[in-house]
């Protein structure tokens, strides 16, 4: 059984910084497909960036050229940057794993960005 904890986010002013960090317990994290993903109130769910076993990222386009992402095999982790954020940036974001046709979710972190 695999488990997703993210930390970090809540309230960041606009043009700051978000850093959210997602562990994966349980499962051969390596194996995994990882990827975060937001909803804002009132919309649907939706990519934000994507990163596979091999290591090829995508990005959504709302945040290509301001995001940093990573994984560390060996922590189990993933790790998200987003730069110079926006209003719109303001949402609830979850942690995704996928190993062929299983998929994990996280709880979600809220992030908030307001003045």
């Known amino acids: 059984q695999v488990r997703l904890v993210e930390s970090g986010g809540g309230l960041v002013q606009p043009g700051g910084s978000l850093r959210l960090t997602c562990e994966q317990f349980?499962?051969?994290?390596?194996?995994?497909?990882m990827a975060w993903y937001r909803q804002a109130p009132g919309k649907q769910r939706e990519l934000v960036a994507s990163?596979?076993?091999?290591?090829?990222?995508t990005f959504a386009d709302s945040v290509k050229g301001r995001v940093a992402f990573s994984r560390d095999n060996a922590q189990s982790t993933i790790t998200l940057e987003v730069d110079r954020v926006k209003v719109e940036d303001t949402a609830d974001y979850y942690c995704?794993?996928?190993?062929?046709?299983?998929?994990?979710w996280g709880q979600g972190t809220q992030v908030i960005v307001s003045s």
């Open positions: 995704n794993s996928k190993l062929h046709d299983l998929t994990y």
């Open positions: 349980g499962g051969d994290f390596s194996e995994y497909d």
């Open positions: 990163i596979t076993s091999d290591g090829t990222t």
